[in-house]
């Protein structure tokens, strides 16, 4: 079974076996490893090309098939395998389904799912059931059920199934989660984090363009517009945890040595996409009409095992700029990314907040310090580049991937547990222990040194 | 009954009459109130001292009696009245329960209560009985029933009690509620504050100074150390929420068209002070066996009759600046201090963060401009001057306090119900309604003009 092997090991394995190169360098960099890695798409909507391009300039990648009902994402998505210089993949997408067709070649080591929510975890079961690696896009559940799937679909077939949350992969997260397990915040105490962003131009559209002005969803929204808005009509929960607390999950070591146990969800009343239709639509727009369940901000507070606390906040249906709001506070010292700055004790000057500039420099992540050359021009300011070629490489090496099945249900399961705590006056909801019991056992490996 | 009188009414009534300046200057710049107040203080530590030094330097206040057990803050307060060159104040403190022999007096209209927490509601109330004005410093009150007997001791006597919330005064924030009031955030959606306060040097000293190393408290300790560590030692949730609690109350209209309807509290497990005792007395000191209740960081979430969150952070444990934390969000835009930026929806640069500062002198409110002078050079930046002087103003007019019984109690009671939730796992708790329903018709009076 491949979940029984840790990374650590494997690394520690292929190290004996000359495999991995002696200096510590990564091996791409090294031009020593000429094995190639087979992957297919489903979803070729703008987040898959974007997937794509990435993987079609890898020299270690070959594209075997590609999967999307839409034809004019297609087109757009062979033209940028063929720019590279790709052999021209095989075409999938007579219907919804035919995902499945693909998932029967034998010439496929890995799939990348960058489709609506709803598709995510049908995909990745799939995925994993015909022996691929799963690298499924965020959140990867939309049901407690939805997360078990995940999590017994790879347990019962050992493929692993890696949540593809680029966020892991930001420079100044990496840089702090390098400043946390170095322990120069102390033991972990409290977390902040979110997904504050203001989508209303995303989930209401003209039906032509992806950030335009106009105010359809559903059939004739455009882009994201035409599955996401659903959520946010009749879902009231933190529907996009994964951005936030992913990063905090690992700075928490969450199913390594640490749970999460418990949350409490609190949402306020819904106004942002009604006004907005309005504003932009007119009183008399048939979408003024409808009733948004959607909570404008969402407050989800969650308790982990090791008795630290972390807020979640969802934050998407209002005027205000991005942020995800990332906080992390040990016994030593406090990082707070809204004001891009730190304190640690005995380092900063007393009760003063102090830029982080010089701090992020120093504990550039390992993985930075190899990779920004090639990360650099990869989409959002380079994790993206990361999160694929996290995925790459593990598929490469048959190792497990760094962020796996148990995070993917983990993290995803704070939708429907918001939810439930919402519907049942903020109440605490009980986190089910994915990991069957072996977080107490299993150990960190994401990000541990600068290979991948 | 006095309780019955709106502030608003009061000052139709007295414009009316000529006692209001015609063109909305203050009374006391203009000169032409000779009304003296004639107070009293129970408690000259160093936070009465301040209360004392800002009455004895106004015109309109006699102080007519001090209150305190121990002789030497006694002397220090009788020492600032002198230089101020008032009368001498006749002196209570034999024991305890002294200040009710005070209390006897009929040349008292009102009493400034600024004693350990403990004494606050015991001491507010019999203020109260007496027929005099009680302004009691934050919090008003450490149980439930505690609040209700702030609320109907009110109710029963006619006599105002005014939490002596002094960062409702505070010149950022009240440029903030002028905004909110201004509709500059549109309709109030989610706000977030607390007490982020590293108070570890504080809680713990060396019995000698209030501020000094050491690790004492209790009969060792000096100054707060004497009895506020206990809180620390013994409860575990918001011990301290009026700071952040009392301007969000104010921008939410809260028991004046709103109120709070229900918390849930998350606390972490408690590491600071063990530690702070164990590094600077090291491990063999007493204390370093006390078990601290307290957790490090204490998080609320409030939800409120019209539908808004609200986030309370109580963090005062472990290294870390100062901040109150505020957020304040509405349909229109956000505010947050920690970094001093909003972004208000068609005037800030789409999705860019925007100083505060030209704002909040635009904003700057009428009370600001009218006193900032006679403000300046008061504790905490002014807004100590603010406090005292509202509270004067009040009884001077006999009028209805600006923060008033209702708000102590509302405020205050966020104590025990944070630690009734997070004794049963953080699920939801009701709030009381202390207005008993009046919250429905009562009307916003804090801070409604330049007046007081």
């Known amino acids: 079974m491949r979940n029984n092997i840790t990374r650590r090991n494997f690394v520690k394995k292929t190290a ?30 703008m987040r898959g090309r974007n997937h794509i391009s990435l993987a079609a300039i890898r020299d270690d990648v070959t594209i075997t098939a590609i999967c999307d009902i839409d034809p004019e994402s297609i087109a757009k998505a062979k033209e940028i395998i063929k720019k590279a210089g790709k052999k021209e993949p095989e075409v999938y997408g007579k219907d919804e389904w035919d995902f499945k067709n693909m998932l029967l070649r034998d010439d496929i080591d890995g799939v990348i799912i960058a489709t609506p929510w709803l598709w995510h975890t ?26 078990w799937d995940l999590v017994n679909t790879h347990e019962q077939t050992g493929m692993p199934c890696m949540i593809l949350e680029n966020v892991c992969y930001r420079k100044d997260v990496m840089a702090v989660l390098n400043m946390v397990r170095k322990g120069m915040f102390g033991e972990m105490i409290h977390a902040e984090c979110g997904y ?15 950030y335009g002005k106009g105010v359809e969803f559903g059939e004739k929204g ?7 808005t659903w959520h946010s009509v009749n879902r009231n929960g933190d529907i996009y945890p994964t951005h936030g607390i992913g990063p905090v999950a690992e700075y928490l070591n969450i199913n390594r040595g640490n749970r999460f146990v418990s949350l409490t969800s609190t949402a306020t009343k ?3 996409l009604h006004n907005y239709i309005v504003e932009n639509g007119g009183e008399d727009h048939p979408n003024a009409k409808v009733e948004f369940k959607l909570g404008d901000v969402i407050t989800t ?6 008795e630290e606390s972390i807020i979640v906040s969802h934050d998407t249906n209002l005027p205000r700029p991005y942020s995800l709001g990332f906080r992390v506070q040990g016994t030593k010292g406090i990082w707070m990314d809204v004001n891009q700055s730190l304190y640690i004790e005995g380092k900063s000057q007393p009760h003063q907040w102090e830029n982080t500039e010089k701090y992020f420099e120093e504990y550039n992540h390992p993985l930075w310090k190899n990779y920004s050359k090639l990360a650099e021009g990869a989409g959002h300011g380079g994790m993206d580049w990361f999160v694929i070629n996290a995925f790459v490489e593990s598929v490469k090496r048959k190792a497990p991937t760094p962020m796996d099945a148990y995070d993917a249900a983990a993290w995803s399961a704070i939708t429907p547990l918001s939810e439930q705590s919402i519907a049942n006056g903020s109440d605490a909801v009980a986190f089910p222990d994915f990991t069957r019991g072996q977080w107490m056992r299993r150990e960190p490996v994401f990000a541990l040194d600068g290979d991948y």
């Open 16 to 45: 004996a076996a000359g495999l991995v190169a002696s200096l510590g360098a990564p091996n791409i960099l090294m031009g020593k490893d000429d094995r190639k890695v087979r992957l297919a798409f489903i979803g070729t909507g």
């Open 122 to 147: 049908k995909m990745a079961v799939e995925t994993m059931k015909a022996g691929k690696y799963a690298g499924v896009e965020v959140s990867a559940a939309n049901t407690l059920e939805e997360c």
């Open 196 to 210: 504050q962003h203001d989508l209303r131009g995303v989930k209401l559209n003209d039906g032509k363009s992806a």
């Open 222 to 228: 455009y882009s994201e517009s035409k599955w996401r």
């Open 270 to 272: 819904s106004r942002g």
């Open 301 to 306: 507070v969650i308790k982990t095992a090791n």
